[in-house]
Nanobody, 122 residues
Framework: QVQLVESGGGLVQPGGSLRLSCAAS????????MGWYRQAPGKQRELVAT???????KYSDSVRGRFTISRDVAANRVWLQMNGLKPEDTAQYYC????????????????WGQGTLVTVSS
């Protein structure tokens, strides 16, 4: 079984910074894409940023230039550095792993974490 555990959420003032972390555990052989999504109250879950095992990144327009995604492929960890936070960044942030291959050869199409809450408010 593969699990993702997020940490680093909390309350921050507008303009502040937070760093989210996500660790994948289990009998993992490879993970192709890891990323962050978020869901604000009353809204659909949306992509924030993703990063492939080769280091190719993708960001939503709303966070590009403020957020930075990074990854340790060998350690199966991904981070999201969030700077210049705005009230509209308030949401539950979810870690995602796509195309996860276990050592046994079993492949998960995608795995989700439980989420960590980010609140941006003065």
């Amino acid at each position: 079984q593969v699990q993702l555990v997020e940490s680093g959420g909390g309350l921050v003032q507008p303009g502040g910074s937070l760093r989210l972390s996500c660790a994948a555990s289990g009998n993992i052989f490879t993970i192709y894409v890891m990323g962050w999504y978020r869901q604000a109250p009353g809204k659909q879950r949306e992509l924030v940023a993703t990063i492939t095992s080769g280091g190719t990144t993708k960001y939503s327009d709303s966070v590009r230039g403020r957020f930075t995604i990074s990854r340790d492929v060998a350690a199966n960890r991904v981070w999201l550095q969030m700077n210049g936070l705005k009230p509209e960044d308030t949401a539950q942030y979810y870690c995602n792993a796509d195309n996860v291959r276990e050592i046994s050869g079993y492949r998960h199409l995608e795995v989700w974490g439980q989420g960590t809450l980010v609140t941006v408010s003065s």
